[in-house]
């Protein structure tokens, strides 16, 4: 075993700058009322000795631990084969990284798990919370509120208790434009002259899926035979799910010509059972996904034609936000900072842009 280093103190510190040990440790843990000239002796001797803050401690000063909980109200199996999870805890982990904040990933197995995040939030080791991927029935929402965290939500409210946006204007979130962008995938098959379009949706008892089901309905609505309740069939944002319910649709309507599937896993499902089957693509089905996650949308055969959503900006925005709050409204400067166009309820919605390749 190697013995353990002796850590260079805060009188150390103070010893080398010249200066009091109050005035270190207000230097170190980023308070005010120190002359510049002052300062800059301490961050010098702070160099000079590799001296390391302790985080402890800090927060006993600061009352801050610099680390944010990240909630994915999904199984382990979902969120680490599902590439949407990973660009968006990049973009988390990046926005946290840049303020020196520290990232713990709590996933939820069941429901044997909800009480266990919510004592941890509760117990005071994060500042706050980025939750995501909530399903409509999900408690997590109200006991995150009851544990008094800081929050933003990724994905539009839509659980039903009292931390509704509507009915608490504090409730913070982030979500692409899933209903415009699912509109802009029909309209373009529509404008192909297909007229038997179906919609394989996400799982419903999210509020991306049930957007963009109604972006769909906006679209197939005024299209001739677009009421057809038959070329609606759900699935559940896998690719196994996809199978299934492209499987489903073809002894429902064979004649189908056009499927807007709700997320590129589930395209990919979709592409399978149509090559298996003998259908040729975009030929004979066109196929649109959304999401445009890489490489998976480019490596579908044929590449497909996707919606693509922001996720990695969408993580960023969603870490952004808590931390401006968590300082209150500063940016890392110290100055005021703008805050994001919000919808009028709290929410900030990201545009969607339709991507164009050979499946459609």
Not at 52 to 61: G, I, Q, T
Not at 342 to 359: K, M, N, W
Request: net charge negative.
């Amino acid at each position: 075993m190697t013995e353990a280093v002796s850590r260079p103190t805060l009188e150390a510190v103070a010893a080398r700058a010249g200066v009091s040990r109050a005035t270190v440790s207000r230097v170190v843990n980023g308070g005010d009322g120190v002359r510049e000239p002052l300062a800059e002796r301490v961050r010098q001797a702070v160099a000079e000795l590799g001296y390391v803050p302790n985080r402890a401690a800090r927060s006993l000063v600061t009352r801050r631990h610099d680390a944010v909980a990240v909630v994915i109200a999904e199984p382990e199996t979902r969120v680490f084969a599902d590439p949407f999870f990973a660009l968006q805890l990049r973009g988390i982990s990046k926005e946290l990284t840049a303020h020196d904040n520290q990232l713990v990933l709590l996933l939820t197995e069941g429901r044997d798990d909800h009480a266990r995040v919510a004592r941890y939030l509760a117990g005071g080791h994060v500042d706050g919370a980025l939750v995501f991927s909530l399903h409509l029935d999900d408690p997590l929402p109200g006991l995150i509120h009851a544990a008094g965290v800081p929050t933003v939500f990724g994905g539009r409210p839509g659980w039903g208790d009292d931390t509704r946006a509507g009915e608490n204007p504090g409730v913070v979130y982030v979500d692409s434009d899933n209903r415009g962008g699912a509109r802009a995938a029909v309209r373009h098959l529509v404008d192909l002259g297909r007229r038997r379009v179906a919609h394989l949706t996400g799982a419903l008892d999210q509020t991306s899926a049930v957007d963009r089901l109604d972006g769909y309905r906006d679209v197939m609505g005024d299209a001739p035979g677009g009421s057809d309740p038959r070329l609606v069939v759900e699935s559940d944002f896998t690719p196994a799910g996809g199978e299934r319910a492209m499987r489903e649709l073809l002894d429902r309507c064979p004649d189908v010509d056009a499927v807007f599937a709700a997320n590129d896993l589930t395209a990919l499902g979709a592409l399978r059972v149509l090559r298996a089957t003998g259908r040729r693509v975009p030929e004979d089905v066109a196929v649109i996904g959304f999401d445009d996650m890489l490489p998976v949308a480019l490596e579908a055969d044929p590449p497909l034609t996707t919606v693509r959503q922001e996720t990695e900006a969408m993580g960023r925005l969603m870490a952004r936000l808590l931390l401006r709050g968590l300082s209150g409204g500063r940016d890392r400067a110290g100055a005021p900072a703008d805050p994001p166009p919000a919808d009028g309820s709290g929410g900030v919605i990201l545009p969607t842009t339709l991507i164009r390749r050979a499946s459609a």
